[in-house]
């Protein structure tokens, strides 16, 4: 049974950073490749970066060049590190796998 669980969501001031994992279990490999997506209140869910197989990465406009997604091939674990966040950043942040999603962790940016 596939299971994917994000972790490492929180509350940070604005300009802060954040690194969310996504930690896989079961018949599915972080070497397939992997995404994140968000949710923002009243918002629909979007994409926030993907990684493919062969490791290239590509990410949405509002979140280039201040989050990175990453892996861990031998843990099989999908990474994402968000730097200078802000408010416009908060949601509840999800990770996919294949057709596979995990619960969700939320992210809170505030003073």
């Known amino acids: 049974q596939v299971q994917l669980v994000e972790s490492g969501g929180g509350l940070v001031q604005p300009g802060g950073s954040l690194r969310l994992s996504c930690s896989v279990s079961?018949?599915?490999?972080?070497?397939?490749?992997g995404a994140w997506y968000r949710q923002g209140p009243g918002k629909e869910r979007e994409w926030v970066a993907g990684?493919?197989?062969?490791?290239?990465?590509y990410y949405a406009g509002a979140t280039t060049g201040r989050f990175t997604i990453s892996r861990d091939n031998a843990k099989n674990m999908l990474y994402l590190q968000m730097n200078n966040l802000n408010a416009e950043d908060t949601a509840t942040y999800y990770c996919?796998?294949?057709?596979?999603w995990g619960q969700g962790t939320q992210v809170t940016v505030s003073s």
């Open positions: 996919k796998l294949a057709s596979h």
């Open positions: 079961g018949s599915i490999s972080t070497r397939s490749g």
């Open positions: 990684m493919l197989s062969g490791g290239a990465t």
